[in-house]
């Protein structure tokens, strides 16, 4: 259930229009009174002699009795209250409890006082009603509305309750402010999946991402085709700034512009430059240049970046773990933002999700997360990945580690009581999920096919180093399809040098194993990563890697006696 109280008006009459009317696309049927402040005010819809202008003046009649100067300037409250989708129908007398309940919520009419504001609620559509009163009191004193928006959000978490209603997340005021219904039906009008304030707040993320000074945050986002205005003190410092879409313009045909702060609270340039302020005051003072390499290197250091946050958000301060979640954020908009085409929609959704997730109350100690940002930047300078080869391997890597971080991320916010973050965090590791299956199938499909034609011996030899390092998670893994790409990866980490039952031992060390799907495929990646090996063996024939040598060095000999048996014979 969402109760929203809209801006406050003037016009009684002019809203009743509206609530009364068709609406703008004929979606009011039926519009009716399902309570009223005495249970007793003409109704317009269901009566034929009742009129709006009655209504108007019944529910304006106590404005009379203040003097002119002590009226409020817009007297009109207006609260929508709206079911979910899949909630039931609620009956008009379920509804009419409900707007009775919200009313005494939130100070506008309280039955055991008996002198409240006279309001009436308006029902047009199943899952929703309006409810529309006059702020002046049957008294002549004026309502106590101070945090009405809280307590009505709290009142709809006891109905949703008691109704059998979707139970929704408590809210902390940290949320991005939510599109209007305006807003909303002129992005259906022009076709858009998104408003124009929910596709500049993508927009702007995405520059913000990584950027390192204000030059570099507006080049970004002049490079996304966005219209800009920066406000300047009279001094020439810039205050702040504006967006707007090319394309979305008001009745004047003119731009619509969101100023940062409207966008989401973090987007304001006074917090934008908190980012860059700490950066220069990191514990970690080398230089922010891009690293060389291409979008395969980016992913690698990004993979080994949220590796090592994973520990920082479960063990560090509650400040520090909130720098890093929020810098989290950043990953995975550049992510998405230089993501392959069969990456790209799901790590888009992700991203999107997870911002909700990257704010809350506990104010982040930004530096210390500057590892993350750096990973961020990497990746978008270092270009849109193909999707295949080595790149589209390591953005398997990269994905795999950033669902962990983000794992640790719902545990962080579920133990601060954070219901809505962490609930977004949640939608976001779905999404990811999603995306590492499609990134990962070619690369681990190799794997797997070099695995099978391991010779038994070296096979055989994985298995011992497996049930050696991890024995309690060993028989597990061995039934696993993943396990052959592992087994695959235990050769290629021995042939190049390494310990592998260390390896495994090390790889396995950090928590979070009893949430993967596959931990073979875990496995993998963090060996893969933490031992330098190639992320993709797409293109290597058999013999290509020196794991592979003992395999040929066995059919070699089996074929030999094989023709030493045919010509005895």
């Not at 940290?174 to 909303?184: D, I, L, M």
């Not at 978008?380 to 999707?387: E, M, N, Y």
Request: charged content about 30%; hydrophobic content about 40%; some cysteine.
């Amino acid at each position: 259930m969402i109760p929203r109280i809209q801006k406050r008006g003037q016009r009684t009459l002019g809203l009743l229009y509206y609530l009364y009317g068709p609406g703008k696309y004929e979606e009011h049927i039926d519009p009716h009174l399902v309570a009223s402040w005495d249970n007793n005010a003409p109704d317009p819809g269901r009566d034929e002699s009742a009129t709006l202008k009655q209504l108007q003046q019944l529910l304006d009649q106590p404005l009379a009795n203040i003097d002119e100067a002590e009226r409020p300037k817009k007297h009109v409250w207006h609260l929508s209250v709206r079911n979910a989708a899949e909630d039931r129908i609620l009956s008009d007398e379920e509804w009419g409890d409900v707007a009775r309940r919200m009313v005494a919520a939130a100070g506008i009419d309280d039955p055991d006082q008996g002198a409240g504001c006279r309001w009436a609620a308006v029902r047009h559509a199943d899952d929703h009603i309006h409810i529309v009163a006059t702020l002046v009191r049957e008294d002549g004193y004026k309502p106590d509305l101070d945090h009405d928006a809280a307590r009505v959000q709290a009142q709809a978490r006891v109905l949703e309750m008691e109704l059998g209603l979707r139970r929704l997340n408590k809210g902390d005021g940290t949320a991005a402010q939510r599109p209007t219904s305006a807003e909303r039906h002129k992005a259906e009008r022009q076709g858009r999946q998104r408003t124009a304030r929910e596709e500049l707040r993508e927009t702007v993320r995405r520059a913000v991402a990584g950027a390192t000074s204000e030059e570099e945050f507006f080049e970004r986002l002049a490079a996304a085709g966005l219209l800009i205005r920066k406000r300047a003190a009279p001094s020439g410092d810039l205050l702040g700034y504006k967006v707007a879409l090319p394309d979305d313009r008001n009745a004047q045909d003119e731009p619509v512009f969101y100023p940062g702060a409207r966008l989401a609270p973090d987007l304001s340039l006074p917090r934008i430059r908190e980012r860059w302020s700490a950066d220069n005051h990191a514990p970690d003072t080398a230089p922010r240049q891009p690293a060389p390499g291409g979008p395969a290197s980016a992913r690698r250091r990004t993979a080994s970046a949220a590796w090592e946050a994973v520990l920082v958000v479960e063990h560090s301060d509650d400040a520090v773990a909130a720098a890093y979640i929020a810098a989290a954020g950043e990953v995975l908009d550049a992510l998405a933002k230089t993501s392959a085409a069969h990456t790209r929609r799901e790590l888009r959704e992700a991203a999107w999700a997870f911002e909700r997730a990257s704010r809350s109350h506990v104010r982040a100690e930004r530096g210390y997360d500057r590892a993350l940002r750096q990973a961020a930047r990497d990746l978008v300078h270092s270009g849109p990945a193909l999707g295949r080869g080595e790149d589209g391997a390591t953005t398997a890597m990269a994905i795999d580690m950033l669902f962990f971080l983000i794992t640790a991320a719902i545990h962080w916010h579920a133990k601060k009581g954070h219901a809505q973050q962490a609930a977004a965090a949640r939608q976001a590791a779905e999404h990811l999920r999603a995306a590492y299956q499609a990134a990962a199938a070619q690369p681990l499909g190799a794997l797997y096919q070099r695995g099978r034609r391991l010779n038994r011996p070296l096979r055989q030899r994985q298995t011992a180093v497996l049930r050696e390092a991890l024995p309690e998670l060993a028989e597990q893994i061995l039934t696993e399809p993943g396990w052959y790409a592992l087994a695959a990866t235990l050769a290629d980490a021995e042939s190049a040098g390494h310990d592998p039952a260390g390896l495994l031992t090390e790889a396995a060390g950090r928590r979070e194993l009893n949430s993967a799907e596959s931990v073979s495929d875990v496995l993998v990646w963090r060996l893969r990563r933490a031992a330098g090996l190639p992320a993709d063996t797409t293109d290597m024939a058999l013999g290509d890697h020196p794991a592979d040598r003992g395999t040929h060095r066995a059919k070699r000999s089996e074929q030999g006696r094989s023709g030493s048996r045919s010509r005895r014979q």
